[in-house]
Structure formats: C-alpha cells, structure tokens
C-alpha cells in the first residue's frame, strides 16, 4: 500500500486566499484525521471522519476551516480566507479500528505557507 | 481527558538504551497508551502500543506499572537514526467517541549522539 497520501506537499499563498488541502487514506481504513502541527502548539487534533461522516470538528480552530470527505478515499479540508497564522504543517491520518487502541498511519503533511 | 506529561529532550550516545518516561495521571479505564515517532519534515509513525504490564516489538518495549499513571518507553541500543521526536498518546477514541481523549503532548526530542 501507498500508504496516506497528501497533496500537495508544499503551499504559498498570499493572505484572504483560498486553500484547499487533500488527503487520500489508506484503502479500508475507516478513520480519518486532520491535524495541524506548529511549533507553539504542537500536534493538534482539528477534525476526524469516521466512515466519511465527520465525529468530532470541535478542534477546528474557526469558521474559515471545513473538511469533508465525500468518499472513502478522499478528504479535504479547505481554509478560507487564509490568515498568515494558518501557516503550519498540516497532517492527514488514518486508522482502522481492530477491536483496540488506536493506531494512526500519518502522511507526510502539508507545509503551508500564508504571507 | 487524559492529559501527557513527557522530558523535553534527552540526550543518548549510541549503543545505549533509552528509556523515556510518560506520565498520565488521569488515564481512563478503557485509554490505550500509544507511542509515536516523527522525524522532521514527516509524519509521526506508531512505535508500541499498550494497556498494562509490559508489550515488545521488534523496535521497543513499553512498560506500564499497575495503576497505569506512567508509561515508559525502552529503545534498546539506539544509533544516530534514532534522534528524533517521541510522543506519548493516551486515549481511546472507540469507547469515548470523542477524538478529544486523543492528546499528543509536547513530545520528547531525543538525541543520539556518536
């Protein structure tokens, strides 16, 4: 498997644009994640999926941020308008619950850029 | 909510084994004690995970006294490749339905030094 996958990898954009960050999981996966990761605050949980319907959002920051997951092989979550504090790398996860636990595959992020 | 309190960094030569403690005083009955791995520019990667007692793979063990308000993390023999990011995850978002129970905490920076 190819793992999760994100696009794109790296994002400039200029301040009240919009941005839009996509997530492919891991084929069978039933979980999703959208985290958010900054130096100030580190790994922060925004909003998770679960069989496409989204569980918990009380971790997204604001109004400007949605997510959604039309299918089960793809996410998006979408800032708009963009503010130089979004800037952050932005990492998608999913998981499969096998009984116990929780174990997330993460991708490799988004390094988002908002001058 | 299970809240994570890890070292900031530790500093390792290579060959030795680390061992980093996590506490979580306010664990759950039904939180699993998930360790984490990132390296920069990537996402963090499962390293253990585990309830009580003690679990080994084939990186690291995990050491879980009885009241389960610590965890400690073992790297047997750590080389350069391990200097990296270690994060504690206590939580179990099956029973509780909230991905709130899911805290990363600050992480641990583990250096390994030649």
């Known amino acids: 498997d190819a793992g999760v996958i994100q696009s794109p990898r790296h994002e400039v954009t200029e301040m009240g644009q919009e941005v839009t960050l996509r997530c492919k999981p891991i084929s069978g996966h039933d979980y999703l994640f959208w985290y958010r990761q900054t130096m100030m605050r580190g790994l922060e949980l925004l909003i998770y999926f679960n069989n496409n319907v989204p569980i918990d959002d009380s971790g997204m920051p604001e109004d400007r941020f949605s997510a959604k997951m039309p299918n089960a092989s793809f996410s998006t979550l979408k800032i708009q308008p963009s503010e130089p504090r979004d800037s952050a790398v932005y990492f998608c996860?999913?998981?499969?619950?096998?009984?116990?636990?929780?174990?997330?595959?993460f991708g490799p992020g988004t390094r988002l850029t908002v001058l | 909510l299970a809240k994570t309190t890890q070292p900031i960094s530790m500093d390792s030569y290579e060959g030795q084994e680390v061992n980093i403690t996590c506490s979580h005083n306010n664990i759950a009955t039904n939180d699993y004690i998930t360790w984490y791995q990132q390296f920069p520019s990537q996402g963090p990667r499962f390293i253990i995970q585990g309830y009580k007692t003690k679990v080994t793979n084939e990186v690291a063990s995990l050491f879980i006294p009885a009241d389960r308000k610590s965890s400690t993390l073992s790297l047997p023999r750590v080389s350069l490749s391990d200097t990296a990011v270690y994060y504690c995850l206590v939580g179990d978002i099956w029973t509780s339905g909230s991905a709130r129970q899911l805290t990363f905490g600050s992480g641990t920076q583990l250096t390994v030094l030649p």
């Open positions: 996860a999913s998981s499969l619950r096998q009984g116990a636990g929780d174990t997330q595959y």
